[in-house]
């Protein structure tokens, strides 16, 4: 038996692996379609085409899907993939819809049609919308309100994953996480990108005033609550995964700029995204009592580590930013592992 991990060659995806790699003693299936996002070298080290396996493919192709959980024996699938960048969404939609709607239903028919034991659907807190100042932070319970066509994307999965439980009684269970950071993190989302920006002197592009409040979870938390859900959680239950770690962006800016050594001067304020949503927080409170989850890291913790991983893998972002990290699949993996 083994487990599938669609997306898992993305930031999150690669961290998971890695994790389930080194805690368990299943076979962990990658299924990725190496869009832009995609980076096979997160991976190095992980794919042997035995114990960690490497399909490359589109999670809407049904035919390609059946075949990976038949030859795989796939007994859980971790559904990581998706379009995951809201700028990206804004500018187009079309492919958010593709992959987040049309993908999540293509995964779940098959999961439904070769009886997979267990469906983790990966889902964010951008379904909720934007929070005031002064609001409670989101539970499972609070209506999902999506900004952006990236949020409304993954708020339709989720209402497709609910009505696979409801109706077909498949065993799925809903994580929303708040925003993640850490190593292998794609440098067009904010914190990677002002990492890198500041290390190497260049502007920091702050939309509008900066003072946007997102809830930083380390990636490593993220993981870890994804393997107790799979393990612990309730068929048909969501669970809300956050660090209490909501920050200013400006204030997350400066402590980069602080840790690297370089000068405010850089903070340069531009036009602010369509639609931004104000403020972002998580009460995990369900997911710490039913599942037994607590972050282990703090955000200033998290920022010094992360940056430490930025300045020891000039290598990686050499690739990512030059595209060189599109040809490692043409010269590691000719065929699927
Ligand atoms: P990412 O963009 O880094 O990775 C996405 C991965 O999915 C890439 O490897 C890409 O190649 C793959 N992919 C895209 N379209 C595909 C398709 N049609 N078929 C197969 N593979 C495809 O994203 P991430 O930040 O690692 O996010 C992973 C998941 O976690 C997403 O579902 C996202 O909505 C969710 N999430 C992300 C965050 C965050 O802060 N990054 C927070 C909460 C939830
Ligand atoms: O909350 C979870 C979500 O977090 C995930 O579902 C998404 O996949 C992930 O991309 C992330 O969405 P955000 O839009 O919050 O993340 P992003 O890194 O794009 O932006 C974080 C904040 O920083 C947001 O308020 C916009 C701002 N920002 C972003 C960029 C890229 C800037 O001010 N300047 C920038 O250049």
């Known amino acids: 038996m083994s487990i599938l991990v669609t997306g898992g060659a993305g930031f999150i995806g690669s961290n998971l692996v890695r994790r389930l790699l080194a ?51 796939v007994d859980v699938i971790l559904h990581l993939a998706a379009e995951s960048h809201v700028d990206r969404s804004i500018a187009s939609a079309a492919p ?10 293509v995964m779940l028919e098959a999961a439904r049609a070769h009886g997979v034991r267990r469906f983790v659907h990966v889902s964010t807190d951008e ?3 934007s929070l005031g100042p002064n609001d409670a932070p989101f539970t499972e319970r609070s209506p999902l309100d999506p900004s952006s066509p990236y949020s409304a994307s993954k708020a339709a999965s989720d209402h497709l994953v609910a009505a696979f439980v409801r109706t077909y009684r498949l065993d799925a269970v809903i994580t929303r ?21 500041a290390l190497e002197g260049r502007p920091l592009p702050i939309y509008g005033d900066g003072q946007q409040v997102r809830d930083w979870l380390h990636v490593d938390d993220h993981c870890d ?45 531009v036009s602010d995204r369509p639609g931004h949503d104000r403020r972002y927080a998580i009460d995990p409170s369900k997911t710490q009592a039913d599942l037994g989850w607590a972050p282990q890291w703090d955000v200033e913790r998290g920022l010094v580590a992360t940056i430490d991983w930025y300045r020891q893998h000039s290598d990686w972002c050499d690739h990512v930013r030059s595209g060189e990290y599109r040809e490692y699949y043409q010269r590691h993996y000719h065929t699927t592992l």
């Open 225 to 269: 609550a994804l393997i107790l859900a799979m393990d612990r959680g309730a068929g048909g239950q969501v669970y809300n995964i956050g660090g209490f770690g909501e920050r200013r962006n400006l204030d997350i800016a400066r402590a980069i700029l602080h840790q690297v050594g370089a000068s405010e001067d850089l903070l340069t304020h």
């Open 177 to 197: 996480c708040s925003n993640n950071y850490g190593p292998f993190q794609f440098p067009e989302k904010f914190i990677p990108l002002m990492i890198l920006n």
């Open 96 to 105: 958010f819809i593709d992959t987040n709607v049309t993908g999540t239903l």
């Open 127 to 129: 379904v909720y919308g």
């Open 23 to 73: 805690q368990r003693s299943e076979t962990v299936v990658v299924l990725d379609a190496l869009t832009y996002a995609g980076n096979l070298e997160n991976l190095a080290g992980c794919v042997d085409g035995e114990r960690c396996r490497f399909v490359k493919g589109s999670i809407t192709d049904r035919t390609l899907v059946d075949a990976t959980l038949v030859d795989h024996q």
